[in-house]
């Protein structure tokens, strides 16, 4: 049943754009399953299209860091059709001690507003923000985010609904930074 995960994988670096995004899918899927676990059997059932095969595998630690290094490797050499899903994908690692590697993509997609808001919010549902948020703020202000319109957009949200989280644009045109500010 382990050969599930290879063949996934192959797939996933298919010329088949549907199919490497299918196999994208499933692997993020059993990657949330493994590690958080957050719908109920018969949902995941119907997440995977009724694929009892896929459905009754579970992954062990050495298939999750397979899968990690797969997805990294697609994203950092860019050779997948579908970075957006492969960053999807990244934000299923929550047990994962991967911030250097988002830094990096970062750099990377900074010309990409879709896989960079992907990026952004695989990032936020792994890290809280308000504790990455100094780390952050250094790697945004090397980035123009006035050519990421969407990913700018969605760093405001933030900023909004994290009340001590106050953007400003810094000297780097379109840079965001989020500053703490005492709340009242």
Not at 8 to 36: C, F, P, W
Not at 58 to 69: G, M, P
Request: charged letters at 25%.
């Amino acid at each position: 049943m382990k050969n599930i995960v290879e063949d996934l994988i192959y797939i996933m670096r298919s010329e088949n754009e549907d199919k490497s995004n299918s196999a994208i899918t499933y692997l993020g899927l059993l990657v949330e399953r493994h590690i958080q676990d957050r719908y109920c059997d018969i949902d995941y059932l119907h997440l995977f299209h009724n694929d009892i095969q896929i459905y009754n595998l579970k992954l062990s630690e050495n298939d999750v860091n397979s899968i990690l290094e797969t997805v990294l490797f697609e994203l950092f050499l860019y050779v997948n059709k579908n970075p957006v899903s492969l960053a999807w994908c990244l934000g299923k690692f929550h047990d994962k001690d991967i911030l250097s590697d988002f830094l990096k993509l970062f750099e990377i997609y900074k010309n990409d507003d879709d896989v960079f808001l992907q990026l952004l919010f695989s990032l936020n549902s792994i890290y809280d923000l308000r504790e990455i948020m100094n780390t952050l703020n250094l790697e945004l202000k090397k980035i123009d985010l006035s050519k990421l319109e969407k990913s700018k957009e969605y760093l405001i949200e933030l900023s909004s609904i994290f009340q001590n989280l106050k953007p400003f644009y810094s000297d780097t045109p379109g840079g965001a930074d989020f500053q703490s500010v005492p709340t009242t």
